[in-house]
């Protein structure tokens, strides 16, 4: 996917407010490193975090999975106390974030 990007050199993943739950999960790709972000190598990808979700991914497990019904990015997130029906939006212990109405 990064390929048919022009010019995208990182995978961007972070957390924002939202979502039934609180928080919602973000991915898209960039083409610089912000003064805000935190750059990990994983498994040949180069991937940014910016500071503040940070300690919300700590030991994130980022997947693709592909069924019947096309496919798609699953994350299994130690830090979710709660999470939406979709897995697309969570809560942690020590982040509610902003609930939306779903």
Same mark, same amino acid.
């Given at each position: 996917?990064?390929?048919?990007?022009?010019?995208?050199?990182?995978?961007?993943?972070?957390?924002?407010?939202?979502?039934?739950?609180?928080?919602?999960?973000? !991915?898209?790709?960039?083409?610089?490193?912000?003064?805000?972000?935190?750059?990990?190598?994983?498994?040949?990808?180069?991937?940014?975090?910016?500071?503040?979700?940070?300690? !919300?991914?700590?030991?994130?497990?980022?997947?693709?999975?592909? #069924? !019947?019904?096309?496919?798609?990015?699953?994350?299994? #997130?130690? #830090?979710?106390?709660?999470?939406?029906?979709?897995?697309?939006?969570?809560?942690?212990?020590? #982040?509610?974030?902003?609930?939306?109405?779903?």
């Amino acid at each position: 996917m990064m390929a048919g990007e022009e010019d995208a050199k990182y995978l961007r993943i972070g957390v924002q407010g939202g979502g039934c739950s609180g928080l919602s999960y973000g !991915m898209g790709f960039e083409t610089e490193i912000g003064e805000e972000d935190k750059q990990l190598e994983i498994e040949g990808l180069s991937v940014l975090v910016d500071k503040e979700s940070l300690s !919300m991914l700590d030991g994130v497990k980022v997947d693709y999975k592909q #069924n !019947m019904m096309g496919g798609g990015f699953t994350l299994d #997130n130690p #830090n979710a106390i709660a999470s939406c029906g979709c897995g697309s939006s969570f809560r942690t212990a020590t #982040n509610a974030g902003t609930p939306e109405d779903c």
